[in-house]
Structure formats: structure tokens, C-alpha cells
T-cell receptor
Framework: AQSVTQLGSHVSVSEGALVLLRCNYS??????LFWYVQYPNQGLQLLLK??????LVKGINGFEAEFKKSETSFHLTKPSAHMSDAAEYFC??????????FGQGTELSVKP | DGGITQSPKYLFRKEGQNVTLSCEQN?????MYWYRQDPGQGLRLIYY???????QKGDIAEGYSVSREKKESFPLTVTSAQKNPTAFYLC???????????FGPGTRLTVL
């Protein structure tokens, strides 16, 4: 069975600083990995996804994530935070055998 | 525009009443899902359906019921048996259960 762990329920960065949101997964077969963003009182929006092609995945709004099999990680990064990046971010894992499993979410705050 | 609609956006219920939340998609997706979101608890799967006239319980199905009579529609009924129904409810759909999910804007249910 797959599982996903997001390290840190809350991350705070200054505007212009690096954003790093951590996600580790567990899967006995090759995984598909996803990052979603949720703004207050809205649904989730897909940021990016990994489906066994390039290990470095670029998404929308300047975000990217790197699949590291040896570390079972799929951390989300953005070189320079913007105030509009403040939101909740969810990592998710699936395989060809099953549905998406979501992490608990990380709330990102951006300080001016 | 293709997408997922949920209605109503806000819903108020008296204790002891059943209420039905609407979810419609025009993406021609086979799979549909209902999630419940509470502060600090991420997404919890209530029910999902992989095909018309078939659905499976998720992690927290007690007190909820669904139907899938049409491919486009997956309504969720919150029954009086659900002891703490106040939450934000999200509907999603995907081509296959292992694929990325597309989310609706959510319905916020409050029990008075």
C-alpha cells in the first residue's frame, strides 16, 4: 500500500526567499506523484505531476519538484516566494493499481 | 468550458435533517470522488465511484450515502446519522482512479 508524508504542517518564508515543501512517499511499485495547491475556500488545483518521465518536473507558477527514488522523496521548490504563493499545498501518490492518497497538507505563509 | 461544478457553495442544515450536495462534471471522466476537509486534517475520502451504478466506501463513509446513476453526476447525501457534519466538502473526478484528479470549488456545510 502507498502512503505519503508531508514534513511540516506549516512553513513560513519571506517574500523572495526559497520555498521548500517536503514530501516523502512509500510505495512498493513505481509511483505517480502529484502536488496540488489550495487557496482558502476553494478546490485543489494541480501544480505538477510525475509519471515516470523526467525526474525534474516543472509546474505552474514557477514551482518544480524532483523525484528522488533513493530518498523516496518528491519535494516542491520555488526559487523566489511571492505573496500570492500563500496557500495550502498537498502532495499525493498513486500507482497503476490504486487511487490517489493525499498527504496531510502544508500551509505556506509568505511574509513581506 | 470543461470542469466540475458543486452546488450550493454554502449550505446550512438543522440537526436531524438530511441534505444533498450536488456534483456535476462535463469532463467525460469515469471516476468521481467525495472528500471531506476539516481544519488541520487534510482530505479524507468519503466515497468514490469508478463507473456508473457502482461506488465504494472510502475511509469515512458512515453517515453518508451516494448514487451514480449518470456518468456526469455524483450527488452526496449527508444523513442525520452523521454526528459532526460541519465541514468543507470537495468533489473530484479523474479519467482513471490512478490519474490526477480535478476538483470542484467545494461546498461548505454548517449545521445549526
Amino acid at each position: 500500500a502507498q502512503s505519503v508524508t508531508q514534513l511540516g504542517s506549516h512553513v513560513s518564508v519571506s517574500e523572495g526567499a526559497l520555498v521548500l515543501l517536503r514530501c516523502n512517499y512509500s510505495s512498493s511499485v513505481p509511483p505517480y506523484l502529484f502536488w496540488y495547491v489550495q487557496y482558502p475556500n476553494q478546490g485543489l488545483q494541480l501544480l505538477l505531476k510525475y509519471t515516470s518521465a523526467a525526474t525534474l518536473v516543472k509546474g505552474i507558477n514557477g514551482f518544480e519538484a524532483e523525484f528522488k527514488k533513493s530518498e523516496t522523496s518528491f519535494h516542491l521548490t520555488k526559487p523566489s516566494a511571492h505573496m500570492s504563493d500563500a496557500a495550502e499545498y498537498f502532495c499525493a501518490v498513486s500507482t497503476t493499481r490504486g487511487k490517489l492518497i493525499f498527504g496531510q497538507g502544508t500551509e505556506l505563509s509568505v511574509k513581506p | 468550458d470543461g470542469g466540475i461544478t458543486q452546488s450550493p457553495k454554502y449550505l446550512f442544515r438543522k440537526e436531524g435533517q438530511n441534505v444533498t450536495l450536488s456534483c456535476e462534471q462535463n469532463l467525460n471522466h469515469d471516476a468521481m470522488y467525495w472528500y471531506r476537509q476539516d481544519p488541520g486534517q487534510g482530505l479524507r475520502l468519503i466515497y468514490y465511484s469508478q463507473i456508473v451504478n457502482d461506488f465504494q466506501k472510502g475511509d469515512i463513509a458512515e453517515g453518508y450515502s451516494v448514487s451514480r446513476e449518470k456518468k456526469e453526476s455524483f450527488p452526496l447525501t449527508v444523513t442525520s446519522a452523521q454526528k459532526n457534519p460541519t465541514a468543507f466538502y470537495l468533489c473530484a473526478s479523474s479519467i482513471l482512479v490512478s490519474d490526477e484528479q480535478f476538483f470542484g470549488p467545494g461546498t461548505r456545510l454548517t449545521v445549526l
